[in-house]
Structure formats: C-alpha cells, structure tokens
C-alpha cells in the first residue's frame, strides 16, 4: 500500500473514531428507556441530564470533525428546538457507514451522490407519512409534549395549558417561539401565568411589592434618566448652566409623570437615584434593567408602547395614551421576580416549571422547552409515529427506491439506509432487548400488516401501534433532523487533509 493511501485511511480512521465518540456520549440517553449522563468540571461542578445538545456543548472536545458534527447539532436545536440526540445518530451513521466505503474503494463523489439522493427521497417519503393536527384540542399533542417532555405528565400538561392560552394562531405565527415562554425556576410553583414573568426585583424595598386595579404601566425602551453633557462642556460656565437647566426640567418631568397616575414604570436600562426616590415617595413601582425580550412582551401583552426617555417631554395626557394597564403586578422577594397578569393586549402564556433544587433548575427547563417546541412544530406541520417506526418505514421504501441511481453511487444511499436505522437500533438497545432481531420482527409486521406506524413497545418488546399508542413525534424535528445530519456528513466526508494553521502573526 502507498503512503499516501495509508495516510488517507489513517485520516479516515481518525475522523470515524472522532464522529464514534460524539455518537457514544449521547447514544444511551435516547428513548423512553433511556439514562442520565453526568458532566463534571474540573472544579467538581456537576450537571446532570439526558438531553443530547446540552451533552454535546459541555462535553470536552478538540477534534475538528467532532466540533464540526456539534456545530450542526446546535444548528438543529436553534431551528426546531428538538431532535439534536437523534439528528447526532443520523449524522454519525451516514458519516461512519460512508468512511467505510470509502476505505471500500467507492469513490467520495459517487458516495456524496448516492447521499444526497438518499437525503432527498426520505425528506419527501417522510412528509408522506405525516398525519396533520387540526386543533390544540386533539389529544396527540399532549402525547407530542409527554413524549418530548420525558414522560412528565406535569410538564406535558403545562405545556398544554399554555398552548391554549396563547392560542392557535399564534402558535402557527413562524416567528413566535413558544419554547421561549417557558421558565425553570428555583422554589418556585409550577404554573401558567395569564402574563409576562419579569426576571428582576423593584427598585427600593419601599415600593411597592403587589398593586391590584386597572393599573397604568409604562414601559420605556431607554434609562430613566436625565439627558448628559460631555465632561469638556460641564467644565464650562455656560455648559454647568444647562447642565443644571436639564436636571431640573428632567424633575419636571418626573413630577408631570407622577400626576398621570401611573402605577408601574419597567426600564430597560437604569433609573436616576432622584427619580427613584421621587417616584418611591409617590408609591409607583419601578423596575430597571429588565432584559429587552421581556420588555416587548411586557408591551404587548399590557397593550403599552414602548417609549423613549424624551418622550417626558410630552403633556401629561399624551403620556396616559401610551400607557399599557395591567389587572394585578405580584413581586416575589423570594424569587426576585415580577410577574404582570391581566394586561389588556394581547394574551400572553408565561409557563412557571418550578425546580426543588438548583442542580435540576436547567434539565427541567430544558425538558419543558423541548416539549414546547415540540408542540408548536406538531401544529405547524403535522406528526409522524414515534419509536422509529416511521424512520423504518422509509428506510424500507428507500431500499426499493435506491435503484434509480446508477453504478456505485447506491453504496451513498446506503448510508441514508443505515441512518434511517439507527434511532431504532439504539432505542431498542437503551431497552434491553436485541436489536437486530427486533429491527427483522418490524420490517416484517409493517409489510405483513401495511402499517407504517407499528414499532417496538419498550415496555414489552412487543410489536404495538405506537400512533395509536400516543408515541409520536412531530415531522418537522423528523425533516430537519434528516437535513442536519445529511449537510454534516457530506462535509466531513468531503475532507481529505486536515493541515494545521499557522499561528496569526502581527507585523
């Protein structure tokens, strides 16, 4: 063997065993049966969870296909918010199955085209056998937020709590992400708040900590704080004098806000210690440095404009007309938090998951927000049966397909065959039984029956109906999840030297 193929299958080599050992860090955490993986730091700190994206980031990692496979599993969760653990399965598998084809002798560019044909014709097979949901009040969605929430009844039922509480239409709205109204917290009580959750405290001790009524909130987009002057122009007789003019028309205009009646001021930056304390003397609540995201939905659901601090300026009757109003503001001194019900915009779903303790504060919330996701994406494009039935139904129909191809491009498509695979394989395995002989009984039952649907009860090893079970999974986390793993497998598989880069030098 030349030198130059022996450094070729080292690099091969190299780059499987890097893509093996992503794909062993989470592989055991996937399906109902599935176990913890514990990340310790090397100050003793520990989390602990089963959620394969979380597992990917913290994890210690140096190889530059193992960072490149990771980066495309963060693509997934930031688009579906789902699926990462089995889009890593996919993704190794045609990785793994491809380098050794190649070590085969197949060529990279007939295994390349016989992949992205493969990618292709299961996305399409795969919307085939996709069933849409018609309404939040069909009960496969819950099953969608049970089966994505880890089998927490508690947090499948939060998530649906707050699905119909935001309501249909926006959860079809592309650019709403519900994911994002969900919040773990430390001793706090699990609940859906008809509201907006502020993750900062009052100002002062002495404003007040619950307002209830038909109360005035401002929101103000800007610090609440007077107008500054540059350090060179304060030096100045001239610039001293409007410095002191400007302090004084900003009390004005504290005073002017106080006469309006509001009731709450939320900043998205700080306050001025003389508005403070001038607002505090007038009994309104103010809150400062509220994260922006918060701000706008605070806005939208008290049906308040967002203001500028210039808008001060304005007659006290227009100030009222940019006010949003709110039924009930409850601080919590507890938690340091701010919660706002009852606004008159629009409806506004806040999902609380409370969390006995810190260390379970983050895989809790990441559990309700993948179940959250999952339900919205559900909604938007329809469910396939989970367990990896439906992975296996297309694996099977891809199997006759693949000869459209011609020559040794089908040894690519086989890598998409194998993949398709591989989700069932490993949650078989994670429930203890063989699986291959499984994978057989499957393949057999669905073409015997002509049900797409029947996979592998993990409780039973026995062959169910898991759609008519509730065990489902949304198509789109199904579709992009495919894509993922096809677009990384095709760049790591297009490598063929990894050079080390010089070090930046400045001239």
Not at 127 to 141: K, N, Y
Not at 354 to 378: F, L, P, W
Request: charged share 25%; net charge negative; aromatic share 4%.
């Amino acid at each position: 063997m030349s030198e130059q193929r022996e450094q070729k299958f080292d690099l091969i080599e190299n780059n499987t065993n890097a893509v093996r050992a992503v794909m062993t860090a989470v592989e055991s955490t996937i399906g109902p049966k599935g176990l913890d993986t514990m990340l310790v730091d090397q100050a003793g700190n520990v989390v602990i969870t089963n959620d394969g994206v979380t597992i990917l980031n913290l994890m210690e990692v140096s190889h530059p296909v193992a960072r490149m496979l990771i980066h495309s599993i963060n693509a997934q969760q930031d688009a579906v918010g789902d699926g990462t653990t089995t889009a890593a399965l996919m993704a190794g598998e045609m990785v793994i199955t491809g380098l050794e084809q190649v070590k085969k002798g197949v060529p990279v560019a007939q295994v390349l085209t016989g992949l992205r044909y493969g990618v292709k014709e299961a996305c399409r097979l795969m919307e085939r056998e996709a069933v849409l949901v018609g309404s939040l009040d069909t009960g496969q969605l819950y099953n969608i937020a049970y089966v994505a929430g880890r089998e927490d009844t508690s947090i499948a039922s939060l998530i649906m709590e707050g699905a119909r509480l935001i309501g249909q239409e926006k959860l079809l709205d592309s650019g709403f992400r519900f994911s994002q109204q969900v919040h773990a917290v430390e001793g706090a009580d699990s609940e859906v708040l008809n509201g907006v959750y502020i993750t900062k405290e009052r100002l002062t001790r002495q404003m007040p900590l619950e307002l209830q009524g038909d109360l005035k909130v401002m929101v103000l987009d800007d610090a609440l704080e007077q107008e500054e002057l540059n350090s060179s122009a304060l030096a100045t007789e001239s610039g001293f004098q409007q410095y002191l003019v400007l302090k004084e028309e900003f009390k004005t205009n504290i005073q002017k806000l106080i006469s309006t009646g509001v009731q709450a001021v939320f900043a998205d930056r700080g306050v001025d210690d003389a508005a403070a304390e001038m607002l505090e003397e007038a009994g309104v609540l103010v809150v400062a440095r509220v994260p922006h995201r918060e701000l706008e939905e605070l806005a939208e659901h008290c049906g308040a404009k967002m203001l500028k601090r210039t808008s001060l300026q304005k007659s006290a009757e227009e100030l009222k007309k940019q006010f949003g109003t709110a039924s009930n503001i409850i601080g919590s001194e507890k938690l340091h938090s701010i919660k706002v019900l009852g606004g008159r915009g629009k409806a506004m779903a806040t999902i609380l998951v409370g969390a006995t303790t810190g260390e379970v504060v983050g895989e809790k919330e990441r559990i309700a927000k993948d179940a959250a996701a999952s339900v919205q994406s559900a909604l938007q494009r329809g469910l396939v049966a989970g367990g990896g039935a439906a992975e296996l139904a297309v694996a099977r129909q891809l199997e006759q397909n693949k000869n459209a191809l011609s020559g040794m491009a089908v040894f690519g498509a086989d890598c998409v065959i194998a993949a398709l695979k591989k989700p069932f394989m490993q949650i078989v395995t994670n429930a203890g039984f063989n699986p291959l002989e499984k994978l057989g009984d499957v393949h057999r039952a669905q073409e015997l029956q002509q049900n797409t649907h029947l996979s592998i009860n993990c409780d039973t090893g026995r062959i169910d109906d898991l759609y008519i079970s509730g065990v489902v999974d949304p198509l789109y986390v199904k579709l992009h999840g495919l894509k993922t793993a096809g677009e990384v497998a095709e760049a790591i598989l297009r490598i063929n030297i990894i050079v080390k880069k010089k070090e930046y030098q400045q001239i």
